[in-house]
């Protein structure tokens, strides 16, 4: 963990939000070699949860990180009722499919803990402001920069192009292999 007041960024990556979808990017970023540091605006990122802590079973078998989720933090369930603000709700199962149930504050900790553990920075209680497009990379102010690398093992003239896409390999493209032009 890093302290925001004496904090100066040096990163090839910056994640902003350490949430689930944000710590599982920074820790598998962090794995393939690069320097990843996430900017989280709260004090520990199991406070001020918005979210339904119900994992599907799609995501299990998908996301390799979670193997090594600790099975006290879940509770394995068949099927689930989800209710919208109106109080009108939809039941959910199917023969052979699951959810977890998820203490969601402990798998937010375990899922921090585990990138820090692949190497990656979190910067606690230090919200994103902007970032500014540099020859070089990025320049995130008072924060820092980031610097545009080619990935580990990467070829920087593979990529794909597009509208939302500039030449640049996504970090699941450099992790997949999958880098078409």
């Not at 959910?92 to 149930?101: D, K, T």
Request: charged fraction near 20%; include cysteine; hydrophobic fraction near 40%.
């Amino acid at each position: 963990m890093v302290q925001s007041n004496s904090f100066r960024l040096q990163a090839d990556c910056v994640v902003v939000g350490a949430s689930f979808a944000g710590l599982a990017c920074a820790t598998v970023l962090a794995r393939a070699g690069l320097r990843v540091t996430v900017l989280e605006r709260k004090a520990d990122p199991g406070e001020k949860l918005h979210t339904t802590g119900i994992i599907v079973k799609d995501a299990i078998d998908q996301i390799a990180l979670l193997d090594g989720l600790p099975a006290e933090l879940v509770h394995r369930i068949d099927g689930v009722r989800l209710y919208a603000p109106n109080l009108r709700y939809v039941d959910l199962a199917a023969p052979g499919y699951y959810f977890l149930a998820t203490d969601t504050p402990e798998v937010m900790r375990w899922l921090a803990a585990q990138a820090e553990r692949a190497g990656a920075s979190i910067v606690y209680q230090k919200s994103f402001g902007e970032a500014k497009r540099t020859q070089s990379g990025f320049d995130f102010g008072d924060l820092g920069t980031a610097v545009a690398t080619q990935p580990p093992g990467g070829s920087a003239g593979r990529t794909r192009r597009g509208p939302n896409r500039p030449n640049r390999l996504t970090a699941l493209e450099h992790l997949s292999g999958d880098s078409q032009n």
